[in-house]
C-alpha cells in the first residue's frame, strides 16, 4: 500500500498570504495524484486532479505541482473560504490511499 | 442538476448489517464508475471502494480493512450504486461519501450518510 504523508499538519496563516501544502508518497504514483478541499461538514471538493489539472470551476490561485513522489499544492493567496482543510489521494495502484490532511487556519 | 445522494446509514449493532445506496441524476449514471470513501468522526479521509461501470464488467476494488465484508453493487436502471456492509465493527463508524470517477477523477460527490455502530 502506498503512504502518502502530508505536511505540515497544521498551517496558520492570513489571508492573502501563500499557503505551501506537502504530499509525499512512499513509493512513485507518477502524476496519479489528486488534493481535496474540505470544510466543516461538508463532503470533500476536486481541486487538482492528475497532478497539476484545475478541476472545472477552481480559481486560478489553486495550483499544483510534482511528480514521482513529491508534490506540492499552493494557493497564491488565501481568501477567507480558503479556510479548510486538504487532502491529497492516490490513484496510482490499488488500494487509493489519501494522505492525512493539512488544515490551514486563520493565524 | 446533476447529483449524487446518499441514504440507508443509522445506528446498528455490532455484527449487524446495512445496505447503504448513492442515487445519481443529472447525468448518464451507468456510463462512470463509482467510488466510496468514509470519515470517522474528527478523523480523515478513507478510500473504501471502487465499481466500474457495466461496459468494464462493473469490477470492485477494496479497501483490506472492509474486504470480505463490505460489497459494492450497482442498479444502473435506476441509477443507484449500493454498498453492503456486513458485520460492522465499531471502528466503521463514519460518515460514508459516493463519488463518481469522471475520467479517473473524482469529480461529483455526495453529501454522506452517517453510520453509528453501538451497541
Known amino acids: 500500500e502506498i503512504v502518502l504523508t502530508q505536511s505540515p499538519a497544521t498551517l496558520s496563516l492570513s489571508p492573502g498570504e501563500r499557503a505551501t501544502l506537502s504530499c509525499r508518497a512512499s513509493q512513485s504514483v507518477s502524476s496519479y495524484l489528486a488534493w481535496f478541499q474540505q470544510q466543516p461538514g461538508q463532503a470533500p471538493r476536486l481541486l487538482i486532479y492528475d497532478a497539476s489539472i484545475r478541476a472545472t470551476g477552481i480559481p486560478a490561485r489553486f495550483s499544483g505541482s510534482g511528480s514521482g513522489t513529491d508534490f506540492t499544492l499552493t494557493i497564491s493567496s488565501l481568501e477567507p473560504e480558503d479556510f479548510a482543510v486538504y487532502y491529497c489521494?492516490?490513484?496510482?495502484?490499488?488500494?487509493?490511499?489519501f494522505g492525512g490532511g493539512t488544515k490551514v487556519e486563520i493565524k | 442538476e446533476v447529483q449524487l445522494v446518499e441514504s440507508g446509514g443509522g445506528l446498528v449493532q455490532p455484527g449487524r448489517s446495512l445496505r447503504l445506496s448513492c442515487a445519481g441524476s443529472g447525468f448518464t449514471f451507468g456510463d462512470y464508475a463509482m467510488t466510496w470513501v468514509r470519515q470517522a468522526p474528527g478523523k480523515g479521509l478513507e478510500w473504501v471502494g471502487f465499481?466500474?461501470?457495466?461496459?468494464?464488467?462493473?469490477?470492485?476494488e477494496y479497501a483490506a480493512s472492509v474486504k470480505g465484508r463490505f460489497s459494492l453493487s450497482r442498479d444502473d436502471s435506476k441509477s443507484i450504486a449500493y454498498l453492503q456492509v456486513n458485520s460492522l465493527k465499531v471502528e466503521d463508524t463514519g460518515v460514508y461519501y459516493c463519488?463518481?470517477?469522471?475520467?479517473?477523477?473524482?469529480?461529483?460527490w455526495g453529501q454522506g450518510t452517517l453510520v453509528t455502530v453501538s451497541s
Open positions: 463519488s463518481r470517477d469522471n475520467i479517473d477523477h473524482f469529480d461529483l
Open positions: 465499481i466500474r461501470s457495466k461496459t468494464s464488467g462493473a469490477t470492485t
Open positions: 489521494l492516490q490513484r496510482s495502484n490499488w488500494p487509493l490511499t
